[in-house]
């Protein structure tokens, strides 16, 4: 696999703390993706198994990237696992051929998929996006493509900066898409998204990688927490044969 000249980045959390969790049963594999985060600087602690990767799962995991096929518990199964305990970014490794498997990952969870075989550069742009959306604080290296703006409406607080959605000061527990779903939205309020254009702009894939009910099952869960807090009336709107739109009230 030829590698383009690639600027070195920056980890965007402290090396000494946190660690990405390697979840390949195939050496080779695994040494090459262990290898390649190196390069840039972060931690890496391998599984080869299933099992394995749920025991190293730590507070300090700042990123799990696990296989989806695994003797044992698969991938999936590791994904619904850690979601009862994490909302550690996850991104799962499949085949090129198994669309389904994309697509079910997304639904237990997963944050993003790698489909194998993978250009070193890909995956390193897949693997600091999904660490960025899930960090709590900006990168020390000074990171400038992410606007700080505060949008507030009606009692709802989206802080891009601290990643955080507050109605009247109580934390939403969104996942990080989710997040990036409600604050993508509302950014630009009672402005119509079409599914296919949330997919290319949340998720950074073109419609056909992934189906579009991945936004509709995002949507319901965002717009279920809107509404069980009477201290907002901001709502998501679905918009008939056009797609979605945040009202602020
Ligand atoms: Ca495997």
């Known amino acids: 696999m030829a590698e383009i000249a690639d600027e ?18 195939d050496v080779s594999i695994r040494a090459f993706v262990r290898n390649r985060l190196e390069i840039d600087g972060y931690h890496v602690t391998e599984a080869a198994s299933g099992e394995e990767g749920l025991e190293k799962l730590t507070p300090s995991t700042i990123l799990v990237i696990v296989d989806v096929g695994l003797p044992g518990i698969d991938g999936f199964g590791v994904v619904r696992a850690m979601r009862r305990i994490s909302r550690v ?7 090129a051929a198994d669309e389904g498997d994309r ?11 790698i489909i194998k075989p993978f250009l070193p550069r890909e995956m390193m742009a897949r693997v600091r996006a999904a660490i960025r959306r899930g960090s709590p604080l900006q ?10 703006a505060i949008v507030e409406s009606d009692g709802l607080s989206i802080d891009p900066a601290a990643r955080e959605a507050l109605v009247d000061g109580v934390l939403l527990p969104l996942t990080a898409r989710e997040f990036e779903l409600l604050r993508f939205l509302a950014e630009s309020p009672r402005q119509v998204f079409s599914r296919e254009q949330l997919l290319r702009q949340v998720w950074e894939v073109e ?10 099952e995002h949507v319901h869960r965002v717009r279920r927490q809107l509404e069980s807090h009477s201290g907002t ?8 044969g056009a797609g979605y739109r945040f009202d602020p009230k």
């Open 139 to 148: 990168s020390a290296s000074g990171s400038t493509e992410e606007p700080a």
């Open 103 to 113: 697509v079910f990952g997304l639904e237990l969870g997963a944050d993003d998929y």
């Open 89 to 95: 970014p996850i991104v799962m490794m499949t085949a």
């Open 8 to 25: 070195p980045d920056q980890p965007s959390a402290d090396p000494v703390e946190s660690t990405v969790l390697l979840i390949e049963d």
């Open 233 to 240: 009336t901001a709502r998501i709107v679905t918009v008939r």
């Open 207 to 216: 419609p056909g990688w992934l189906g579009t009910s991945t936004v509709t």
